[in-house]
């Protein structure tokens, strides 16, 4: 088995309920999140625990499309929301909490491939310092983009 995970953080501009209505509005998300390429609802737009949907995100410049299930909430507070792609279990956690301007917005993304085989556990423990880096700008963007979002509505 082979695990990782990576937090990143930033602090928004914003109220923690700004920001929980740019990071739960489904319908907007690809507009909003520039990794993001499209949408596509599975149990429709409302989000809630159980609520699924396919999304195709571009990483190191390739799309792949992703199942994604709410898992957690706790409004407006944390959200946790689970794929599997490829065989890999993913998992990103939200957590807002308040700060002297704004919102601290933290998401940590971990990873975890059950069925790894040795070469595979090799091969992800060589390319780890490579992944993590592209983890950490992915997220950085999508906080990016989502206080990006959050301080334009509350303006």
Not at 34 to 59: D, F, H, I, K, M
Not at 86 to 93: L, M, S
């Amino acid at each position: 088995m082979f695990r990782q995970s990576v937090t990143v953080s930033g602090v928004v501009a914003a109220t923690p309920e700004q920001v929980w209505r740019v990071l739960t509005d489904l319908e907007r998300a690809p507009q909003v999140r520039s990794n993001l390429r499209e949408l596509e609802p599975v149990t429709g737009l409302a989000y809630r625990v159980g609520c699924q949907w396919r999304e195709t995100r571009v990483t190191l410049g390739r799309p792949k499309r992703h199942l994604m299930r709410v898992a957690e909430i706790q409004q407006p507070w944390r959200t946790v929301v689970t794929g599997t792609t490829d065989g890999v279990d993913h998992v990103t956690t939200t957590d807002l909490t308040r700060h002297a301007r704004g919102t601290r917005l933290a998401l940590t993304l971990g990873v975890r491939h059950a069925d790894a085989t040795p070469a595979q556990r090799l091969l992800w423990w060589l390319l780890r310092p490579v992944c993590v880096r592209v983890a950490r700008t992915m997220l950085a963007t999508e906080i990016a983009d989502i206080g990006a979002e959050a301080e334009r509505a509350g303006r």
